[in-house]
């Protein structure tokens, strides 16, 4: 390059170096934007291959101009820093914002310029994008299933009433701090189960009885995901314990449980959860549909779980145990006090991996007749009257998915933060 | 005086490979002793075995009229009663060093958590590190953290105290301030096993020296005796070679 260009960029021809160069790479992405979404060719004057790669090459020149060491301005050097530290790391950055531009105008017409919003049935759906009426129309399903409309305001007060009990946590001092654990692991999935089994299934205070099969949608995702989550966690706790006991017995029933649910998949796990699992039970006895199946697949995330803070018990150096062994406390209260509090910091990210896993499962319970989001999409996809709409709905239970996961992961992000802030 | 450790003919194994052979040892109440030997020789699985770190496969330990055993509940209560400095310090990482001391305290000995705090910054106190009680572990230098190690032991109010090279793992200038706790923790009259290369420290408060190799007690002599005269070939190699 330094033979080509007879000017070498350095902070004493900054004045002309850094307008000069800005301009080109204005130039460059002036003439890819101007070709994606208005289709004109600004070079139609240079012909041949050149005219195809113009815009790089006036961006290649361009950040050749303005990589100037120590330029003293402070915006300038982390960009020089960050995207243009050499020509190789200077035609990456234009490539992909290039493919990011020419990528675009795809997406948005699809999604919203060519796409319908108005309207109450297929018919308005005219243009060649997404018809984001099926969406509006079917919306309340996606939601809440085939639970009686009338009745909605069930679930929502339950969600709500949910959330405010989980947010407990928040408001307590120092004195009810000590009895959090036990609230969070005891009392509130009691607490939780009570107001859905009463709330949501009703049959008592002259609700009305809604079947679990009428449950479904975004909803159920839900309520699959957070029992699930609430239950397979202390699970897989004693079993990583478990796994690691002195005693042959709890070790071995520990590591035949977690090879066994690690080694089925998921949905046959469900399926005999709905055909076999009914046979053992005597009879006159009924487990309803729903309940097993959150029981299978916590009892299947359990065996990871178990297994990911396994490994967070490993990493912690054996002086810990030692140390704490020393000064007599036993087996309980020095995992309790000393060695979880600190596995359990360390696999935070593999706890909220195995977390997000299993509220991606979730749209497996299909196979038990139960319709979750994913579900309910598939079924709408299949009536008559909007038949042909199976993207949009995908794509909207996908963004739901995305949506809660992002959270989720998030959480665990700022979770991990502010615990090793602590140390 | 009264002996509070009492070990019989211990015999231990790491698989095929014995460690101890035969070791007989009594300790009085209030007695120094400084065991040291080339590495490998046993010594830290010896005191290891006194709080049972380790197990023991022949013999009998018995600490202050308990018999170690497979009994938990005898464990557990010799461990309160024996407190132990590692030459990793083994600090709690996510808690701070006023947690450290306090902790134990509430949770073995059941105290309430005000007293418990108060024992815990009067043995900070006593090893002159009570400014840095709301800091973490890992925000103190190595010897402050050894310092925080041996009141973490303290604050148990342990009848005897185990030091495994408590300064093999720190740097020579932050080497003075933890001998020097620990030279006024014997002068207090606490019953102390160290195993040690610091000879100046053994010279000032040993009452008795152990020299240990492959596993067996080779000599066990008053302190003066032990460096001015000792008897076996062994001991005069070994001497000659740290001093």
Known sequence: MRKIFFIKPNISNLNICLPVGSFLILLSFLDIFLNTFYNLNPSFFIIGPVNKVLPLLLGMIGFYLIRIEYSGKKYLDIFNKKINLNNFNALCTLIISFSIIKIMPIFLSWFIIDANFVGDNKDACTGSGACWVYIKVWFERFIYGMYPASEIWRINISFILIIVFGLFGLFSNEKIKRYLILYYAVVYPILAFIIIYFLVSGGVFNLEWVQTNAWGGLSLTFIVAFFALIFCFPIGLFLALGRRSKLIAVRYVSIGFIEFWRGVPLITVLFMSAVIFPLFLPSGVYIDTLVRAIFAIALFEAAYIAEVIRGGLQALPKGQYEAARSLGMGYWKSNYLIILPQALKIVIPGIANTFLALVKDTPLIFVVGLLEIVGMTNLAKTNPKWLGLAMEGYIFAGLIFFLICYVMSKYSQSLEKKLSSER | ?243
């Open chain 2, 1 to 243: 005086m009264a002996k509070i450790i009492e070990l019989k003919k211990v015999n231990k194994w790491f698989d095929k490979f014995q460690v101890l052979k035969d070791i007989d040892l009594d300790v009085s109440s209030q007695e120094k002793i400084v065991i040291c030997g080339p590495s490998g020789s046993g010594k830290s699985t010896l005191i290891r075995c006194i709080n049972r770190l380790e197990e023991h496969q022949e013999g009998n330990i018995v600490v202050d009229g308990t018999e170690l055993s497979e009994n938990t509940k005898n464990i557990e209560k010799i461990r309160a009663e024996v407190g132990m400095v590692f030459q990793q310090f083994n600090l709690f990482p996510h808690l701070s060093v006023l947690d450290n001391c306090s902790l134990a305290p509430i949770w073995v000995k059941k105290l309430p958590k005000k007293q418990a705090e108060e024992i815990a910054m009067n043995n900070l106190k006593r090893v002159q590190i009570d400014d840095q009680a709301l800091k973490f572990p890992g925000q103190l230098s190595g010897g402050q953290q050894q310092r925080a190690a041996i009141a973490r032991a303290l604050c148990m109010e342990p009848k005897i105290m185990l030091f495994d090279e408590p300064t093999s793992a720190l740097d020579p200038e932050m080497i003075k301030e933890v001998l020097d706790v620990m030279v006024d923790l014997a002068k207090g009259g606490m019953t102390m096993i160290v195993v040690t290369h610091e000879m100046g420290f053994a010279k000032e408060v040993a009452d008795y020296m152990i020299f240990m190799d492959e596993g067996k007690i080779v000599e066990r002599a008053k302190t003066k005796e032990f460096f001015e005269n000792p008897k076996s070939d062994r001991t005069k190699l070994f001497l000659s070679q740290i001093l």
